[in-house]
């Protein structure tokens, strides 16, 4: 790790008129309760992110962007910040005590790479955390570690793309395996870069222009992805709920990569769509979006909490041609035997396409676990196809980019199911030109395409 390996991020201050000479902030008391429940009990950083903005919404855009900024980054950097602290503690990082280990890890990120927060500031409010949470005595040992990193962080160089990127060294075999270095290197890049969220433009209830206007009418900054003219990229914006164009439902949060199943497969007007494990709905409203009040789409999931989100969706969208149940997707239900003009089949995955929005896959996901997600995918897909009609359409999607679970899962279910490939057009608007969209799938690789890392492939059933 170098100065020049630091992520470009725009820089987060420190929350406005906190001394500290006081007690510690608010800001980063928030931020210890995070990542605890993240690193020490397992929790996962986006929901657990999520739920604490809710809860203090109250507070200045300026200290959630603190507060986002520190807890996404540290567990992003994870393995690098604790390289970093076994080089300057005389205790190794496992063997500390989780609330030291997990004040010093968040210390040592703002440290690193947050360049407007001064050292000692970020020293003496390690030390009052400590102190807040009862380790008072181990204050010492907090404040020489940090002091020893703020002298020596230029001295941290790391050649090992393991630590200089915090990713696990069976991901980095694993990708350049199956798609060589250079390939590699700009996943790894653009695993650190900033995540700006992105959203779908309902067009049955609004103009791009029109949802643009809005935005910009509340200070938020929204360009058109590059690779779809229906996606805008979203900046400056205070909280998301808080926006009209959310609340009016002419937006929903989706990637760029994600909105391409829909393009995908073009639904024709009177549709039945049937999306096997469908949650949170993005995809089912981007259909029923699409087929304009025709048709229907049935958005299925395993739980009623996860349905529950997609009829969330579905309310503020205000659509019509679309329903949310739950059903389990490995359960046939011989009610839509033959019956489905279209099925959407986005698989549970490895989930390392996200790594930039969930840092944290990166380290709970193992080969073994990949292994089982295969066999998991191949049991749906053979419940799936069995809903497609004669002349209908399955799409598979995945967002990750590993070749077991994408390409060659691709060519075990043309090998064993009586479907062909389906040539991907993909309609105006999109700025996707690859040369397997003619064999009927799509691989795209984040640091490569301006979007996730994300994999569709659409077949034909024959007749």
């Not at 008072?136 to 990193?149: H, I, T, W």
């Not at 900033?194 to 509340?218: D, F, G, P, Y």
């Not at 087929?291 to 996860?306: A, F, P, S």
């Not at 799409?395 to 090998?415: G, I, K």
Request: aromatic share 8%.
């Amino acid at each position: 790790m170098t100065r020049k390996t630091r992520e470009q991020k725009v820089p987060a201050r420190e929350p406005a008129g906190k001394g500290h000479d006081g007690p510690v902030t608010k800001s980063r008391e928030i931020i210890l309760d995070i990542l605890m429940e993240v690193l020490e009990r397992g929790g996962f950083i986006h929901s657990s992110m999520k739920q604490a903005l809710s809860k203090y919404q109250y507070l200045k855009k300026q200290d959630r962007a603190f507060i986002t900024r520190i807890g996404e980054g540290t567990v992003e950097r994870l393995l690098t910040i604790d390289a970093v602290l076994d080089l300057c503690s005389k205790v190794k990082t496992r063997d500390m005590k989780p609330v030291i280990r997990t004040i010093l890890r968040m210390s040592v990120y703002q440290i690193l790479w947050m360049d407007r927060v001064p050292d000692q500031a970020v020293c003496n409010e390690a030390v009052k955390l400590a102190k807040s949470r009862r380790f008072g005595g181990l204050g010492g040992f907090v404040n020489g570690v940090l002091r020893s990193v703020a002298r020596r962080k230029e001295e941290f160089v790391f050649e090992d793309w393991s630590l200089r990127y915090s990713v696990p060294q069976w991901i980095l075999d694993m990708w350049q395996e199956q798609y060589g270095r250079d390939v590699t290197e700009k996943m790894l890049q653009a695993s650190l870069e900033e995540n700006v969220l992105t959203v779908r433009c309902s067009l049955s209830l609004a103009s791009v222009e029109e949802i643009t206007e809005s935005l910009k009418s509340q200070g938020v900054k929204a360009a058109i992805s590059p690779l779809s003219s229906q996606v805008l990229l979203l900046e400056q914006y205070d909280y998301l709920e808080g926006l009209n164009a959310y609340q009016k439902g002419w937006i929903q949060v989706q990637d760029a990569a994600s909105a391409l199943v829909a393009e995908a497969v073009s639904p024709c007007r009177g549709a039945q769509v049937l999306d096997v494990c469908g949650a949170p709905g993005g995809k089912s409203l981007h259909m029923a979006d699409k087929l304009k009040g025709t048709g229907m789409v049935v958005c299925r999931d395993l739980t009623e909490e996860k349905i529950a989100l997609a009829r969330e969706n579905m309310e503020r969208a205000r659509v019509a041609n679309m329903r949310a149940e739950v059903w389990d997707a490995l359960e046939f239900d011989s009610r839509w035997e033959n019956k489905a003009d279209i099925v959407i089949a986005d698989l549970p995955c490895s989930g390392l396409g996200v790594i930039r929005k969930k840092p944290d896959i990166k380290y709970r996901m193992t080969r073994e676990q990949m292994k089982d997600l295969v066999l998991l995918q191949r049991q749906i897909l053979s419940v799936a196809s069995r809903y497609v009609k004669p002349g209908g359409i399955l799409a598979y999607s995945t967002c990750t980019v590993s070749r077991q679970e994408n390409q060659e899962q691709r060519r075990w279910f043309l090998d064993n199911f009586p479907f062909s490939p389906k040539k991907i057009e993909l309609s105006v608007g999109t700025g996707m030109e690859e040369e397997t969209m003619k064999e009927g799938y799509l691989q795209l690789f984040p640091g490569i395409h301006p979007c996730d890392g994300f994999f569709i492939a659409v077949f034909k059933k024959d007749k």
